[in-house]
């Protein structure tokens, strides 16, 4: 399900990261790091909704705006119940519009969002993602301190929260269109290569999504998924490739592109909603307004897996959302 | 934050329960029940999903359409991640939107899917929820079979799942309006005794809903809240008179209509997302097709906890969102 969109932009952006972020490649690129990841707090769980409310916060202080003139927050997290973005929206005290996609959650967020201010039902939206590597490695797997092994496929998850302001001004980058994925299930149950379980979903999304605008692959500058990393990303090369005979060459993984898989402990790269999010709001969007990307897909990928399933031995869905950039003339 | 709507209406519902849900006063009202809380199948999960699954299927069978002429899927559930919708949209191949707020997930679900459907970004949408009594009960606390003995205030998560078709397409039941909720953080953390921690979140959506349509209380024939249960009713009632001098007869609660408080074991009354949508989609809507009510505010309530938040001893922060209804002129 693809919209189009005549008058939405992200008029700022904030990005809150930890520690490995901010020392991999694009580390540059974030409004604010943390050194450690406690973050002043005493859990995981609670650092990461301050995060989360700092992204706001910080956001809010660049827009020069207060808590007051936000028509909307949508905000989704990987924690249980969401428990980073619920505390965190207690105290913004903004209407709230709880999401989950896992780490395709920042797409799915700014389609809500973009869809309400295309139709002026509201004037502005913020929309917010996070996660936290200990409180997922403690929520999925096991405590990190635990040091259970991993294989080379598994991903590090993300510490950070990314927040985008939506509304109609006028602005250098605007959303274009949005396309909503389906839940795909290739039978996969490998918890530790997330890039696998994803990477059909992602092409499932971006194919519907070329169908749907009537656009080759290559109007795009850049495909940037979420977080397929190393091995997601080459499978999905591969299968567009051999399925539809594509040209790949402008589709990169913002897994691969946050942390330094060479120097970094991160195994196949990054995961975690916040991945593909501070990819884009700290990166990509700056390589926009400089003029050296001009159209970019932003391809959000989840596993939808939790504890109980895997324990349950089930299948591990995923599900990709897509949402198109331009620098707007 | 309100959006008012000129041409939403609920085309079809469907509703699946549980057992005690069947033995309960509205029993007859539900198009389907099981007699097992399995349902055929392995694990409690699986029987959500299945429940979840099927009636979306019912749904479309009632209305003679396939899962490809539907544009869009709005559900959650309680279940971590959100596995029910997850696997239950992994069959129908619908592009999908999770959400998740609780208990209030039906009515936030309406709100996305209204918002769409009013501006013709989607011809149709099906809002889903569901939740499991025993599926609940070894996520939040322990498994049922350990007997873990509860306080009166307790609740008890209604079993069942329902779902609603939404277009522009004219029928007897109109959706007015919808009101987004904040997160509000009262400081409780007695995480047996819901009702207390949401009967304010519930105040300030149905006050904010009131000063938004600029509507007097006595505008609805019904408001029904969500899972408040016995003592949460009271709770409201007593806040909304001693604060705003509100006189609230017309004021109900779905936690208390589900289950007979008296003869069913079902300590202060029924909880779970399904609670209020089983409700309203099975017994409400009836009434309203016979005349019975013209005008009702659905106000959902969630208690937005997770097991962490609870062994971590933090607080429980409560969201409502509130739907109103009437019945098509």
Redesign the interface.
Known sequence: ?T?KYKNVYINETSTITGPFEAKGPLGRYYDKSYHDLYMGQK?W??AESKLLEESVELLLTKMDKSKQDI??LIS?DL?????ST??A??HL??????????CSTSC?NL??GA??V??K??KNAICSVSSHNSAAEK?FRQPVEYGGPKPKTATFTTTGAASAYLSQVVSDIKIDSAT??????MDMKDAFHMGAVMAPAAAETIMTHLRDTNRLISYYDLILTGDLGKYGKEILKGYLISEYALDTKNIDDSACMIYDLEKQPVYAGGSGPACIALTTYGYIIDQMKKGKLNKVLIVATGA??????VN?K?TI?A?SHAISLEVSK
């Open positions: 399900m919209f859990t769980e609670q028509d909307i989704g924690s249980n119940q969401l428990s619920n505390f929206a207690s005290s903004i209407p709230l519009i709880g999401v989950y996609g896992a799915l389609a809500i869809n309400m295309e139709k039902q509201v929520q909503i994925g389906r839940v795909i299930d939808l897996l939790s504890q109980a399933t349950e089930m869905p599900i």
